[in-house]
């Protein structure tokens, strides 16, 4: 199998040290060349969410390719449900978990589950909507902890201390979102609230992501 992995970041700063794909003949670039649609079995695409234009380099497709795409959702890229294409969780501390969360067509969903069996990952379908699961409900438990620290009800150190020592979070709010970007939190949040305002970002979190 021959998987092309596009992506502006070193591998090692998205997975670790340990590389996911052992035993796959797999090419890291930083853009898509032509042929490599006619010689891969799969391409992975991570920069689609910061740049979404390029998803019209795969509106022609015959190859499974998956996209990184929290804030945007397939419908919103316009992707045609007969397209084999499906977008996952690629934020920061979420790709290198051992189970990846995706959202594909229903006529793709075998195909997707065989490929990531090929893969040796593990994952779990959901909606094709903002967010996915995980990626929302870590943003708003970020955005309240920048609340309660807006409303002086404890500290950013305190926050982070009680998340992880009473709830056994792997990290506190605060430590999470750093990890993540906390502009990709607010983009997220920014995103959901146009919609339903509960999700409005803190103050203080949209200065974060300005400065």
Known sequence: MRLVLISSQPVTDLFGKEFPFAGIDCITRRELLSEDLNTSNCIIDLTVEDNPGAIDQYRT????????????????????????????????????????????????????QQLFQTLAISSVRT??????????TVSMIVNEAFLAREEAV?????????????????????????KIGMDRITRLLQKLAEKENRYQPASSLTKTFQN
């Open 61 to 112: 497709t015959t190859i499974p390719i998956l996209i990184g795409s929290v804030i945007f959702s397939l419908k919103e890229l316009a992707m045609d449900a007969k397209l084999p294409i499906a977008r996952f969780n690629h934020w920061p501390t979420f790709i290198n978990r051992n189970c990846i969360e995706f959202a594909v067509a229903d006529s793709h969903i075998e195909k997707f």
């Open 127 to 136: 909606a094709d909507e903002p967010g996915f699961a995980s990626a929302r």
């Open 154 to 178: 404890s500290t950013e150190e305190e926050i982070d201390t009680a998340m992880k020592s009473g709830t056994s979070y792997p990290m506190g709010p605060f430590e999470w979102g750093t």
